[in-house]
């Protein structure tokens, strides 16, 4: 099965569907499945079925020129997503220039599919000379580079860290759970429910969440300049003991519960 995403622009997979539909061999069938969706960079829009009587290594070949067609696509997705964030070489006159320097903003998202939702800020960014960095950390997909990423955010001079996320969202406060810096999460609407679970999602986060004024302390304390570092070197340490306050074993600390809930 070859899936179909949304490419840079709107029918950019309309040559794959047609050159799809146009392969046939004796003993090989192709099927093309479009579920009516509208097309957006990095969306499953469909998918592609070759089936056949040989080995799967004759489908592969058979299937190539599909496969090759897939990965332009990608390609061409990639390099318009780059270059809608590129820097400018030389601004335009009347626009501020873009900061040099070490990054002091995080940009960051689980699919490049969210980037054109952070592109308004990241001008916002460049509009004031702050310097950013963008980089893609998916919480499911890559979770150990992510917390690498987080982990190593402090340090690298981050001060902080904006994450998109759509769907359950969790990429903003897994960040939050490796860092003591502060992390912006942006909901980005998902193809159901209108982006309000990933706003209820993000809301709901232990480090910043709704009826937690412990926990949502952290952000000003983190993000006024002045106590910034002072906060981060507090909050580094404080972090790595919270594994500590937690029951050695799951059984010591739920066993006095069952009883109490088996009777209800």
């Known amino acids: 099965m070859i899936n179909i995403l949304g490419g840079a622009d709107p029918d950019s997979h309309l040559p794959l569907v047609e050159k799809a539909k146009s392969m046939y ?4 069938a192709v ?4 579920y009516g969706k509208e097309s957006k960079p990095s969306r499953k829009i469909g998918h592609i079925t070759v089936t056949g009587f040989g080995s799967i290594t004759d489908l592969e070949a058979f ?3 599909l496969l090759k067609m897939v ?4 390609q061409e997705r990639l390099q318009a997503s780059s270059k809608a964030l590129r820097v400018q070489a030389a601004p335009t006159p009347g626009k501020p220039k873009v900061a040099k320097g070490n990054p002091l903003v995080l940009v960051t998202m689980g699919s490049d599919s969210d980037l054109p939702v952070l592109k308004a800020g990241i001008d916002i960014l460049n509009q004031f000379g ?3 960095e963008v980089d893609i950390t998916s919480a499911h997909r890559t979770p150990a580079k992510m917390a690498q990423v987080a982990t190593d955010a402090a340090d690298r001079g981050i001060k902080v860290i904006i994450a998109a996320a759509g769907g359950a969202a969790h990429l903003p406060g897994m960040l939050a759970a490796y860092t003591p810096l502060p992390v912006i999460g942006v909901p980005v609407k998902a193809t159901h429910l209108d982006g309000l679970d990933s706003l209820l999602s993000i809301v709901q986060m232990p480090v910043c969440n709704i009826w937690s004024s412990f926990s949502c ?3 000003p304390i983190t993000a006024w300049p002045l106590t910034l570092q002072s906060a981060v070197c507090q909050l580094q340490p404080w972090q790595s003991t919270i594994p500590l306050m ?3 074993s ?3 600390f739920l066993a006095p519960l069952f009883p109490i809930y088996w009777k209800r």
């Open 25 to 28: 061999g004796s003993r090989t």
């Open 31 to 34: 099927y093309v499945h479009l």
């Open 63 to 65: 299937a190539q020129p």
């Open 71 to 74: 990965d332009a696509i990608r």
């Open 130 to 132: 702050v310097p950013w």
């Open 217 to 219: 302390m952290h952000v």
């Open 246 to 248: 937690l029951p050695c």
């Open 250 to 252: 799951p059984s010591d």
